[in-house]
């Protein structure tokens, strides 16, 4: 009988409930952890502290993945890419970064007010938008992405997360079908713009500069001309461009003395130009051409060319090959960049045959070329001011 009172009273102090003083701390939920990485994270974000920002950022969508922690990350990673020097490792770092996280946003929010303004963005910074399929021709501009954080880490267009189940019932009510997705809206952008261009020019050459300064027989100036250009553009970055140029140029009016010198070049087009600055508007590249081509000593009375072809007019003609190379410097404008303004200049190499002339004359006297110290190879020198339209 004592054994089993003992036994009955331990059991009665061992059921007694513990001290709320003394109870165990419950671990905050994942929600109220996001919470507070997102705050510490914005913290360091608004202390320019953008490396730390990420981190903490990534720690909030680990717990609670949103949309807006993604577009947080992707503005982290975007001020740290315009702050690196170009073409650095940490450069490329964070433009692909920012291109990824910019991306997981338009994966989480898909319907989202900013979407092709993003999409655009990550154009800017050579990446594809996962929602290009979606995209269409349009007059307007998306605009482009701000670079200020969300202000909470649940905004208003995160992806919502699962709905709690029904509680059960004793009989299935039938359940509303999901509503359809809406057509995908109208992009005011292209993708991957730009794809081609064409333009025109002025140019401003020095066909045979040391036959022209050395005798009285050429004229000095330089010869003025049109030019015209068109090609595409390949490459996901748009900076690679293949094309066509012509071009035709003349000195002006000479005295009673001297000839005027006109070229004429058809050419094939490599240029290659990138972005120096953030907001794309101003490039630095340079360009290499090909092609064939002729030049023309033309003489406005009675040219004292020895065996011209005519005595007045067109004195003589040659043809050969064109080879050059230019630098480049282009602003490009508008609301899409559409519109370039570009300086180009650099030397050509000019491999030309010997030129007609008077066919009376014997074979041993010189084309009229020849006869004003104008050799066959001769190195041009051309500056041209042009502008392009972009689509």
């Not at 061992?14 to 905050?28: H, K, L, N, T, Y």
């Not at 910074?125 to 649940?154: H, K, M, Q, V």
């Not at 009673?256 to 058809?266: A, E, P, V």
């Not at 101003?282 to 290499?288: I, K, P, R, Y």
Request: include cysteine; charged fraction near 20%.
């Amino acid at each position: 009988m004592l054994v089993a009172l003992l036994a009955a009273a331990l059991a009665t102090a061992s059921a007694e409930p513990a001290s709320p003083g003394v109870a165990a701390p419950q671990a905050m939920d994942d929600r109220a952890r996001a919470r507070v990485a997102f705050a510490r994270g914005r913290e360091h974000a608004q202390a320019e502290r953008y490396e730390e920002a990420i981190v903490s950022f990534e720690d909030a969508l680990r717990l609670r993945p949103t949309s807006g922690l993604h577009y947080n990350i992707a503005v982290c990673h975007h001020r740290l890419f315009l702050a690196e020097a170009e073409n650095t490792d940490a450069y490329e770092h964070h433009r692909a970064a920012a291109v990824l996280a910019y991306n997981a946003y338009l994966d989480a929010a898909p319907s989202a007010s900013d979407r092709y303004a993003v999409a655009a963005t990550i154009q800017d910074l050579r990446g594809r938008p996962n929602l290009i399929d979606e995209w269409r021709i349009d007059g307007g501009d998306p605009g482009r992405a701000t670079l200020e954080l969300r202000e909470s880490e649940t905004d208003p267009e995160a992806t919502p997360g699962p709905e709690p189940e029904p509680e059960p019932t004793s009989v299935a009510e039938p359940q509303p079908p999901p509503p359809a997705r809406p057509p995908p809206a109208v992009s005011p952008m292209r993708p991957g713009f730009p794809h081609g261009m064409f333009g025109i020019g002025l140019s401003f050459d020095a066909i045979a500069p040391r036959a022209m300064s050395s005798t009285s027989g050429i004229d000095s100036l330089p010869a003025i001309g049109p030019s015209l250009r068109a090609g595409g553009f390949i490459g996901e970055a748009r900076e690679l461009l293949l094309g066509a140029e012509f071009s035709w140029a003349t000195t002006p009016s000479a005295g009673t003395q001297g000839h005027r010198m006109s070229s004429m070049q058809f050419l094939l087009l490599t240029e290659w130009a990138r972005a120096v600055r953030a907001d794309k508007r101003l490039e630095l590249g340079v360009s290499g051409t090909a092609g064939l081509g002729g030049q023309t000593l033309v003489h406005d009375g009675p040219s004292p060319a020895t065996c011209p072809v005519r005595a007045s007019g067109i004195v003589s003609t040659r043809g050969g090959l064109f080879l050059g190379g230019r630098f480049l410097l282009r602003a490009t404008f508008g609301a899409r960049r559409q519109h370039a303004l570009a300086v180009r200049t650099g030397p050509t190499l000019a491999a030309m045959g010997g030129g007609t002339k008077d066919s009376g004359c014997a074979s041993s006297e010189p084309h009229p070329f020849d006869g004003y110290d104008v050799p066959n190879a001769t190195l041009q020198l051309r500056s041209e001011l042009g502008y392009a339209f972009r689509w």
